[in-house]
Each structure stands twice: as structure tokens, then as C-alpha cells.
């Protein structure tokens, strides 16, 4: 099955490897994210998907802005029947937690928990509306964060856990109307979030810190939300599918 996908933050890193995936899987590809189209990161985007991926200028903590955009992606591409909530922000200073400032916390709430709740609410009332027997789903990108604990980054911590429970509630909402809600859960992915802490995960995992052996990348990402996407795992809604190679296993 094809339809439209609609991928938050997908200009790049794990968004863009998603949009990849879907693309080569036959979706029409939206993207929303903040950079202006002109930008270079997003013209770049734009080139490694062939050039036909329709872009939109958006803010996910503007939540009133959401029904716009997704007029938007109606009219250019039709209704989005799979959307993915990749959208994210890492902690703007690692120390204490003792130490951490509301405006820190509130801008990481706002960008990874309130705006991907409310887009998602607004996706989830339009498939709804559309009262169609076809398959449709909705994914949080979030974080093995989301159970492992780093108090340098409380609010991240905090933010990814939030997410987690919004794919069970939706998961529960949505079920009886074949919208299938998923959670993928990476570890330490090579993306422009990570560069800077490159060299210390470098040398974590050359210690054993991740069990296959290496960063995941983008690509794994994307492979993972093509079934999800399609419907082949539609009886699954509400799963959480770690990406971490072995991260997060528990173990002595």
C-alpha cells in the first residue's frame, strides 16, 4: 500500500532516513519543519528525494498553526494517512538537574510532548472524519531516554518518557478504527544531534555500550517504519520497537 506520509523534522537525520524509506516504499513524502525552504538543509532534503517531496514551513510548538498545515498537505498532496512524529530537541544546556531553568524544560516540553500531541490530535480527528476501512498509522520517534535515565538531561528524560505514554493512549483511541500508533525507540543514532558527543560515543561503544557493535543510522530508522506504515503490522498497534542494537537490554 502507498499513501501520503507526513514526517515532522524530516529535513534530516532520522527524519530524513524515514522520509527515504517511505519514499522508495511509494508514499508521497510531506515534510514539516521549521527551516525555511530555501534553506540549504532543506534544499538538500529535497534533492536526495528526487525533488518532488512537498515541504512546509512549520512550528510544531504553534499548535493553533496545525490545522493549516494540514489543510496544506490536503490540498497539495491529499490526506495524510501516515504520520510520523520526528520532530525533537535535545537538552539546550547538559548539567545538574539540579541546576536545570524552566525555560529549558518548557522548550523541550513544548517541542517534543505538547507539539506532537496536538498535531497528532489534530491527524488523528481528520482520519477519524474520514470514516475509511484503509489502514492508516501514526509513529513517535522517541528515545531509549524514554526508561534510561541521564539526570544531565532531566528534561529530555522527562519529554521522551511523556511520549511513550501518548503512543499507548492513542494506540487505545484509535484501535477499533484500523489507525495503527507505534513508538520506535533509538539508541545512539549518527545524526546532526549527536556529532558533538561523537568521540564519547565513539569510545563507549568501542566498550561494549552498544552489543552490535556500532552507531545505528538514519537508514535503520527508516527500514523500521516501512511495515509499520504499509499495515503489516497492524495488529501490533501500540508496540514500541527498540532501535538501539541491543542498548537497552538488561544485563549483568
Not at 25 to 54: C, M, N, T, Y
Not at 150 to 170: H, I
Not at 228 to 234: K, S
Request: with cysteine.
Amino acid at each position: 500500500m502507498s499513501g501520503v506520509a507526513l514526517i515532522t523534522g524530516g529535513q534530516q537525520g532520522i527524519g530524513l532516513g524515514i522520509a527515504k524509506a517511505l519514499k522508495e516504499a511509494g508514499f508521497s513524502i510531506a515534510i514539516a519543519s521549521l527551516p525555511e525552504r530555501d534553506a540549504p538543509v532543506v534544499q538538500q532534503a529535497i534533492k536526495v528525494l528526487g525533488g518532488d517531496a512537498a515541504y512546509f514551513c512549520h512550528d510544531v510548538r504553534e499548535v493553533a498553526a496545525a490545522p493549516v498545515l494540514l489543510d496544506q498537505v490536503e490540498a497539495a498532496l491529499g490526506p495524510v494517512t501516515t504520520l510520523v512524529n520526528n520532530a525533537g530537541v535535545g537538552a539546550p544546556v547538559r548539567g545538574d538537574l539540579l541546576d536545570l531553568k524552566p525555560e529549558n524544560w518548557d522548550f523541550v516540553q513544548n517541542v517534543n510532548l505538547r507539539g506532537a500531541f496536538f498535531l497528532t490530535q489534530e491527524v488523528a480527528r481528520r482520519m477519524l472524519a474520514q470514516e475509511s476501512a484503509a489502514y492508516r498509522s501514526i509513529s513517535f520517534v522517541t528515545s531509549v531516554s524514554a526508561t534510561m535515565a541521564s539526570p544531565e538531561r532531566a528534561e529530555y528524560c522527562v519529554s521522551k518518557a511523556g511520549a511513550a505514554m501518548m503512543t499507548q493512549l492513542f494506540a487505545l483511541r484509535l484501535a477499533a478504527a484500523n489507525i495503527g500508533v507505534f513508538e520506535l525507540r533509538p539508541g545512539v543514532i549518527a545524526t546532526e544531534m549527536t556529532a558533538g558527543v561523537k568521540e564519547t560515543y565513539d569510545a563507549r561503544i568501542a566498550e561494549g555500550l552498544v552489543p552490535a557493535g556500532r552507531w545505528g543510522q538514519p537508514e535503520d530508522i527508516g527500514q523500521m517504519m516501512v511495515p509499520l506504515a504499509q499495515g503489516q503490522m497492524a495488529y501490533c498497534s501500540g508496540s514500541v520497537i527498540r532501535a538501539d542494537g541491543g542498548l537497552s537490554i538488561a544485563r549483568l
